[in-house]
Structure formats: structure tokens, C-alpha cells
DNA sequence: GACTCTATCTCGGTA
DNA sequence: TACCGAGGTAGAGTC
């Protein structure tokens, strides 16, 4: 990784065009090639950026950087105040817990913790408009179809009746029902829900795990 | 700005839990207090970081960051390969220069863009859910009802058909009809529309642009 | 302050 | 490869 701190102006022309005035700031290469200038402030976004693949056209007082799609970005140095490089090998990188991946992946291994009684049919039930998380059935023998969020919020409720539609044309299912499971719910979105009769069911990451682990142990035994 | 290059380890506690193994990497803090731990590969993205504001406990061979929130972030330094501090000052801003809103516009002063005989009600039709983009009348008395995006995916159609439900209730506009403009829009977003009686109509930007400009030339000759 | 929507979204997965 | 959806989305604008 080459650091790079200097006085710059940079255009961009691609999907939009932009242009940074003259100021001090960080230039940053990284080893796959991609570069981003970054100011002292806020963000931790870069104020522009090109992203791998692309290629590097260095004229000394300034680079032209462009990629395959005809995006270009122009850093003009003025002056340089401090230039290093640093090889940094590869990274391992980010090990991630509590996404809502493996919320799903919990919750399809205990359906009974969003209802008594309720059974799994499939994980990950396609359709024309996209998977439908988990499908259950009740004790009553109904299907449930269920959108699971981290966070539930109307777009999620809308998902949801866009599913619950598009299966009531598939007879084999027979009586559908709906339910939004979430870590929680907003007002807004609860409101929807159970205006067209969707069951909201708010969840505890932990405790699921836990509820998990406990299994695990059970079963090992 | 302070850079600093090191081994390190780093955890994050808050809406998610993750964990970075021990890796050289670049810890950046920037004159707000936010930090951003990045490797040297593919995004412009860090792997981890909090924004400002927080507060930093410094314990020398580790950083706790918290925010507000009760986030935390750990970095452990292992071996400090570089470390400078950089005293950028204020940073003028990034100039932009649009996309969406530019479409808008163009679309607005050519309706029949998209479709022959369309005429310009008005731009930003304020309403209880929100802005109509753009409202025009055709040429057999409706109000067009027009949602602009760059891309066009499927809740850009959940928007356009909320805004057709609450306009429904104003009797003032007589008979109304959906129409979805993009540069492109994804064949699910398509059948959702169509499947609403919305209309989809893809338009090319560049040309658009084209079209104004002779527009400009003709009104200036 | 809460809500809404955009983004050079980015990033990962999958058909 | 293109498409689709999640994101510690972040950030801007509006009510």
C-alpha cells in the first residue's frame, strides 16, 4: 500500500462527474491497483475512489487512472509532503456474527420459537419474485410464509405481500399465511403488517443462540 | 491525520460482531476522531471502523473505541511498522454534478420523450407520502403519474404504486395511469409493474442530453 | 428528531 | 456474466 500525502486537485468523469480544489490530502493505492483520495474529515468514505480493475497512468506531476467502463480519474500534485510504501501480504480477512443470514439459519432450526407448533417445509423457497426465507406449516395444516429481517421495516412487509400474492396462485399450498419475524419491528411496518392480516413476531439474536447451543449440547450428550 | 501501520488484531461489537485476525494493516484516524482499519486489497471500503462521534482509550499496545451508541471497537497492535501525523486542515468539498435530478429535469422539459403527445403538469408534486417526481396529462385526458430513477429496480415501483394509491383519493385529477422511467429497468421490477397496469419506458441519458442541447441551440439561434 | 430516499452505493451470492 | 438483495449501509433532504 503506497501512501501518498499531498496538495491535489482530482476530477472524476464517470458515472458522474466531479471535482476536488486544490487541498492537502491522502492518497491511497492499494496493491490490486485500486486508489482513493481521502480528506481529514468525516467520513470514512473517500471523497473519490476507482476501484480495481484499472490502470494507472503516471506523468509525475499527475495521474490519470481509468477503467475498463471509460470511468477516469485525474490527481494533479502540486506538492508532496510525504510518500511511503508498505507491503502488507494477504489479509484473512472479516469474520462476521449476527447477519441475517444466519438469524434465518437459526430460526429454521427452531420454528417453535415464532410459534407453538409450527414445522419447517424448506429454507429458501424460489419463486418468480425471489426466495421466500422460510416456509412452515401450522398446527391447523396451513402454510406460513415467512420474511425473516434484521430490522423490520415496511419494505420487508412489502416483500412479504409481494410473496404471499404471487403463492396464492399455487394450489399445493393451500392456506397461506404470513408472518414477519424480526430482532425488532417498527410502528410503521407492524401497522402495515397486520392490516393485511401478516403476524408480527419480534426475536432475541442471543437468546435464539443460546436456545441453539443448548440443543447442541442436549444432542451431544 | 494520523496513519499508522501495524500487526494488529481488531474486534467490533455493536449492530454485529465481527473479528479481524492478527494482519498488517493501515489504521487511519482522522482529524473528527473516526477511525477506519484497512487492509491492502479490492475496496475503498474499510474492513472495520467508527465514525465520529466517539471517544478513544488509548492503552498503547490497544485502542477501545467507543461511540454513543455502545458500539466498541478493539484494535490490538502487535508490531508498528509507521506512524505519522498529518495536519491537513479544512477541506474545500467534493463538486457534483448530477444524475437522477438531471434526468428528472431533462425529462420534464421533453415529456414526449416518453411518450408522444405528453404534456408537463408539474415537477415535484408534493405529496402525503412523499414527492411525485413528475406529473404530466396525456393526450386522451389522464394524469400520468411519472417515477424517475437511474436504475430501475423493484421498490422504485413500490413507490410509484404507493403515490397511485394515495392520489387516488384526489378527485381533482381525474383518471390516473403509472408510468416507471429509468435508464434501464431489471425485468423483475417489469413484470411487477406491468403486472399493475404501471407503463415502463427505458431512456437513454446521453441522448436526452443530446435533445436538450438542441433544444438550447434552436432557442438561442 | 424522525422519516424518506439516493448512492460513482458496495458487496456477496446465485442462476 | 448479469441479476438480486443485504448492509454496522451512510448521508442528504424534508417534515
Given amino acids: ?24 490530502r491522502l492518497v491511497m493505492v492499494k496493491a490490486d491497483g485500486c486508489v482513493a483520495v481521502h480528506s481529514d474529515g468525516g467520513a470514512y468514505k473517500p471523497l473519490n475512489w476507482m476501484t480495481a480493475p484499472n490502470v494507472i497512468e503516471d506523468n509525475s506531476d499527475h495521474w490519470v487512472v481509468r477503467n475498463p467502463k471509460g470511468e477516469a480519474m485525474t490527481i494533479t500534485f502540486h506538492e508532496i509532503f510525504h510518500d511511503s510504501d508498505h507491503v502488507f501480504g494477504e489479509d484473512p480477512g472479516l469474520e462476521k456474527d449476527g447477519v441475517e443470514k444466519q438469524l434465518q439459519e437459526l430460526l429454521a432450526a427452531s420454528p417453535d420459537v415464532m410459534e407453538p407448533g409450527l414445522t419447517l417445509i424448506r429454507r429458501e423457497h424460489y419463486t418468480a419474485l425471489g426466495p421466500v426465507d422460510i416456509l ?22 412489502e416483500q412479504l405481500t409481494r410473496y404471499l400474492v404471487d403463492l396464492a396462485n399455487d394450489p399445493s399450498l393451500g392456506t397461506l399465511r404470513g408472518m414477519f419475524v424480526a430482532q425488532s419491528i417498527k410502528p410503521q411496518a407492524r401497522t402495515l403488517a397486520e392490516s393485511r392480516g401478516i403476524v408480527c413476531v419480534e426475536v432475541d439474536y442471543d437468546e435464539l443462540r443460546g436456545k441453539q447451543s443448548d440443543k447442541w449440547t442436549l444432542f451431544n450428550q
Fill in 1 to 24: 500500500m503506497r501512501l501518498i500525502v499531498a496538495r491535489c486537485t482530482v476530477e472524476y468523469a464517470g458515472r458522474l462527474e466531479t471535482r476536488l480544489p486544490e487541498a492537502l
Fill in 136 to 157: 412452515c406449516k401450522d398446527t391447523a395444516g396451513n402454510t406460513v410464509v415467512i420474511e425473516v429481517k434484521r430490522r423490520g421495516e415496511i419494505d420487508g412487509v
